[in-house]
């Protein structure tokens, strides 16, 4: 249900994922491999394959989100390696990707220091990443703008509201967390850029032979420990109230991914 919901939504703001294909499509050569973490319904993935002979995967915790990716991406006559996974706990090999992106998703990762470990463990040495993602301190007044040129119907403008209110501004991050995190992998360099609404971050990996960068003490560690302690609280209480209620249905893998619109 959320994951048919967000890909109804986010479908009706196509362009964005188009313009973020073009632009990444034309800093990559040909037969660049690509990740992306957390593509959801698979619309970027989709859209850069339309542009270049790149070798793209797309990792998403959600069964019901790679489901409807595939079937998009066949629909769209393009080849994407859509497959289930934990950011936290990736099935690939070291060093294996050239170029990785993550879109409004991080926020919402369990173990948001192990996705970023992973990100760079995955990463070819040299190579670089994106993370694009809601900031903490987002004016509310600004999304409320942002959600009412949507196109959404009065319901689905509502929810979305209430989506971003209630759950997305209460578990994205501030810059501040944002770099204590990143100290925490071992990328050679940050670059955070503020947007009206959220943060652009570039990452580049180490290369062989550099030394290993500078790990930093900042009091921001104390609130992503709190976070994701309070995260796994909530998703041991659903759990217990999901046992309690006779079902046979198999349990909903969507609500433990992103609470995104």
């Not at 294909?21 to 973490?37: D, F, K």
Request: charged share 25%.
């Amino acid at each position: 249900m959320v994951a048919k919901w967000y890909t109804t939504n986010t479908g009706k703001s196509l362009d964005e994922f188009t313009t973020l294909a073009q632009r990444v499509a034309n800093e990559l050569p040909a037969g660049t491999r690509v990740l992306e973490v957390a593509p959801g319904p698979g619309y970027f993935c989709i859209e850069l394959a339309k542009l270049g002979s790149f070798s793209i995967t797309g990792l998403d915790i959600s069964y019901t989100f790679v489901e409807i990716a595939r079937k998009k991406a066949s629909e769209g006559g393009v080849s994407v390696d859509f497959r289930q996974g934990n950011a936290s706990s990736m099935p690939f090999a070291d060093n294996t990707f050239d170029f990785l992106v993550c879109r409004a998703a991080f926020k919402n990762f369990g173990k948001p220091v192990g996705a970023l470990q992973e990100m760079c463990r995955v990463l070819k040495p040299g190579s670089q990443g994106m993370i694009i993602d809601l900031r903490k301190d987002a004016p509310m007044e600004l999304i409320n703008r942002l959600v009412d040129g949507m196109g959404l119907n009065a319901v689905n403008k509502a929810l979305t509201k209430l989506t971003f209110r209630t759950m997305l501004l209460k578990n994205a991050y501030t810059k501040e967390q944002f770099r204590y995190m990143l100290s925490q992998a071992n990328f050679r360099s940050v670059d955070i850029r503020e947007a009206d609404l959220g943060f652009e971050i570039s990452t580049t990996k180490q290369s062989h032979h550099e030394p290993a960068p500078l790990r930093c003490d900042h009091r921001a560690n104390q609130q992503i420990d709190d976070t994701e302690r309070r995260q796994g609280r909530d998703r041991a209480v659903n759990r217990m109230r999901s046992e309690r209620r006779p079902s046979s249905r198999a349990p909903d893998y969507d609500r433990q991914r992103r609470g995104h619109p």
